[in-house]
């Protein structure tokens, strides 16, 4: 299995940019899918972002394309999601997921691990 961390949340101002990263320990990063997932309050948590083991390949939620980009480093067991033109809107809980296999999920039943999450919150 494997442990993910998160780290980089906090507090900012509308427009303004955040970057997070997921640390993982465990078994071998480029084994699995990653993905980053928001809970805002009083809402089910949803899908933002997604990467393939290999980081050639990525998809977006709707509400975030072309603003915030997924990448990893296999080398440092690392996913980031650096945010760009945050919107109120985008305050969140912000949770990394893993799963194994091949192919990504945007729902949250399709993975298996799961950090903590990093609260990002973004001031009008």
């Known amino acids: 299995q494997v442990q993910l961390v998160e780290s980089g949340g906090g507090v900012v101002q509308a427009g303004g940019s955040l970057r997070l990263s997921c640390a993982a320990s465990g078994r071998t990063f480029s084994a699995y899918v990653m993905a980053w997932f928001r809970q805002a309050p009083g809402k089910e948590r949803e899908f933002a972002a997604t990467?393939?083991?290999?980081?050639?390949?990525?998809y977006y939620a709707d509400s975030v394309k072309g603003r915030f980009t997924i990448s990893r480093d296999n080398v440092k067991n690392t996913v980031y999601l650096q945010m760009n033109s945050l919107k109120p809107e985008d305050t969140a809980v912000y949770s990394c997921?893993?799963?194994?296999?091949?192919?990504?999920?945007?729902?949250?039943?399709?993975?298996?691990?799961w950090g903590q999450g990093a609260q990002v919150t973004v001031s009008s």
């Open positions: 997921a893993a799963r194994e296999g091949t192919y990504y999920s945007t729902a949250t039943r399709g993975y298996d691990y």
């Open positions: 990467i393939n083991r290999s980081g050639a390949r990525t």
